[in-house]
C-alpha cells in the first residue's frame, strides 16, 4: 500500500507592532510585489532561537531596528492556503502572530519599504473617537442588512445573521462594544463584503459585481491578525498597564488620555478619566511641569511600577460618554 507524502509545513512568525504618535495608533507595515500593505512576517529557526518569542525580538530588531517593550503572543493561523497562489505546492505555511508594542515609531522602519500607517486606514469603521463613523451607516449597514435578509438557517452559529449584525456593529438599539473588532472583521467577511473575501474566492464575494471599499486590504491574512490585535489590545488595557508601553517615560494626562482613545477608538469625559487615573493609582507626578502643551504648563507624571505589586489586575476600566 502506498502511502501519501506529507504535506510540509514551515513556521513563520508575524508581529502587529504598534505606536503612537500624534495620537494616532500606528501599525508597522511592509508592501511587497503586489503593493499590499503587510504585516512584518520571519521565518522561526529552532537552532538559533529556544523561543518564539526570542525569534521574533531578534528578527524584528535585525529588520526594523526597534527593541519592542511588550510582546504577547495572539494566535496561530493556519488556514489551508493562506499564504499560496492557485497552484502551489510550496510548504504550507502556519503563522504563530503576535502583537507587540514600542515608542519608536520616529526611528524605526530601517528594512527597505517599512514603515508605519495609521491602523484606522485599514479598519475606519473602529474610530468612534469624533462621532460615529459615517462608512457604518452609508455602507456597512444597508449591505449587511440585505445580506442578513437571506434568513436561511445556519447550524453552526449561535446567533443568526440578523442579531450578528446588530450586536457586533451597534445597530437598532444594541451598544457599540470597542472590543468586537474581531468579530466585524469576521462578520464582513462572511458576508463577502472586502476584498479579502473575493481574493480568497468566497461565494458570497464572488456573487457581487462590485465590493463597497471598506478600509485597505492587507496581504494574505494580515488584517485578520491585526484585527486580533487590536481586539485584544484593547481589552488589555482595561486590566494591565499596557498602555505605558506606548508613551515616554514622563507625559501628561492629556496625552495619557489620547493615548487611551487612540487604542480604544471612543471619547473620553476629561474629568470622569482624571478620577479613574486618581483611583486606580497608577501614575505619580514628578514635581516638573511641561512647557511644550501649547497653552498653559501641565504637571508631568510616570507610571508607578509598585502598583503591579499591590494588585493583580491593574489597568484603565474605562468608560465612554456614549
Do not use: C
Not at 481589552?235 to 487612540?262: D, G, M, N, S
Amino acid at each position: 500500500m502506498s502511502e501519501t507524502p506529507l504535506t510540509p509545513i514551515e513556521i513563520g512568525l508575524t508581529a502587529a507592532i504598534v505606536a503612537i504618535e500624534d495620537n494616532e495608533p500606528l501599525i508597522l507595515t511592509a508592501r511587497g510585489g503586489d503593493q499590499l500593505a503587510g504585516l512584518p512576517f520571519g521565518p522561526f529557526d529552532p537552532l538559533a532561537h529556544r523561543t518564539f518569542e526570542i525569534g521574533l525580538r531578534a528578527w524584528v530588531e535585525a529588520q526594523a531596528g526597534l527593541k519592542l517593550g511588550y510582546v504577547e503572543q495572539l494566535y496561530t493561523f493556519g488556514d489551508r492556503g493562506r499564504h499560496a497562489e492557485a497552484g502551489d505546492t510550496d510548504a504550507h505555511m502556519v503563522s504563530i502572530g503576535y502583537v507587540a508594542l514600542t515608542r519608536a515609531a520616529d526611528n524605526a522602519a530601517r528594512a527597505p519599504g517599512a514603515t508605519f500607517e495609521p491602523w484606522y486606514r485599514f479598519f475606519p469603521w473602529e474610530d468612534w473617537r469624533e462621532q460615529p463613523p459615517a462608512i457604518i451607516a452609508r455602507d456597512i449597514i444597508p449591505a449587511l442588512t440585505q445580506w442578513a435578509a437571506d434568513d436561511t438557517p445556519e447550524t453552526t452559529r449561535a446567533l443568526p445573521r440578523k442579531d450578528r449584525v446588530r450586536l457586533y456593529f451597534g445597530h437598532d438599539g444594541a451598544p457599540w462594544d470597542e472590543e468586537r473588532v474581531l468579530d466585524r472583521y469576521e462578520l464582513l467577511y462572511e458576508a463577502g463584503l472586502i476584498e479579502e473575501a473575493r481574493r480568497d474566492g468566497r461565494p458570497a464575494a464572488l456573487a457581487r459585481k462590485a465590493l463597497p471599499p471598506l478600509g485597505i486590504s492587507m496581504r494574505f491574512d494580515h488584517r485578520r491578525i491585526l484585527a486580533t490585535a487590536i481586539a485584544r489590545l484593547r481589552a488589555k488595557l482595561k486590566y494591565r498597564p499596557v498602555i505605558f508601553e506606548l508613551l515616554p517615560a514622563e507625559f501628561t494626562l492629556t496625552e495619557l488620555q489620547h493615548t487611551v482613545e487612540a487604542i480604544s477608538g471612543r471619547h473620553l469625559h476629561k474629568q470622569n478619566f482624571r478620577r479613574l487615573v486618581e483611583t486606580e493609582a497608577l501614575v505619580e507626578p514628578t514635581g516638573v511641569m511641561s512647557t511644550q502643551t501649547g497653552g498653559r504648563p501641565a504637571a508631568l507624571y510616570r507610571f508607578r511600577r509598585e502598583v503591579l505589586q499591590e494588585r493583580p489586575a491593574p489597568g484603565l476600566r474605562v468608560r465612554s460618554r456614549r
